[in-house]
């Protein structure tokens, strides 16, 4: 069990492309699991991939089930996805509040597919394989986002709808 730093906004490993993990299981890829879900969880988080802890690879975890910092979100079962490959299913979109475990203290309102299908391969090598609505969806985007390089802020349509969570007065998590 290890907490490990985040990384946060500014770190130019978070604008990499992660890389694919060639073999499922393997001993190294059971570390960085534990390691990423206790960091998670150290942290209060929803989600969290793997290029946050500084390692290229393209893995995230994620998991909602009673979060202080998402107090009105739906319950999202506790999953490890390697490889992910998302698919949006219509062309629905909807702006919900987003923060970012490396985009400490901040929220932005961020437009994201309502609805999408995804797969990937849990810590065994077995299949997952999902279509998900609503906070599940969002968080999935968002952390597939991460091995893209992507955070969260260059998803804003409107500056004015990002700002500090303890002064922002609107913001209501997703
Ligand atoms: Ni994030």
Redesign the pocket.
């Known amino acids: 069990m290890a907490i490990r730093t985040i990384l946060k906004m500014g770190d130019p490993r978070l604008l990499a492309i992660a890389a694919p993990v060639r073999r499922i299981p393997s001993p190294e890829l059971e570390t960085l699991l534990t390691d990423m879900l206790d960091t998670m969880a150290a942290h209060d988080g929803a989600?969290l991939?793997a290029v946050?802890i500084g390692v290229p690879l393209r893995v995230v975890v994620f998991g909602v089930s009673c979060n202080p910092r998402y107090p009105e979100a739906a319950p999202v079962p506790l999953t490890c996805l390697i490889n992910p490959v998302i698919t949006p299913l219509g062309a629905a979109t909807e702006d919900a509040w987003e923060g970012?475990?490396?985009v400490p203290g901040l929220r932005g309102l961020v437009p994201r597919h309502a609805a999408i299908h995804y797969i990937g391969y849990d810590a065994a090598g077995r299949l997952i394989d999902r279509s998900v609505t609503g906070f599940h969806a969002r968080v999935v985007q968002?952390?597939c986002d991460?091995l893209d390089g992507i955070?969260?802020p260059r998803r804003l349509r409107d500056l004015r709808q990002f700002g500090f969570v303890d002064a922002l007065t609107t913001a209501r998590p997703a």
């Open positions: 989600g991939a946050q970012c475990l490396s968002h952390e991460h955070l969260y």
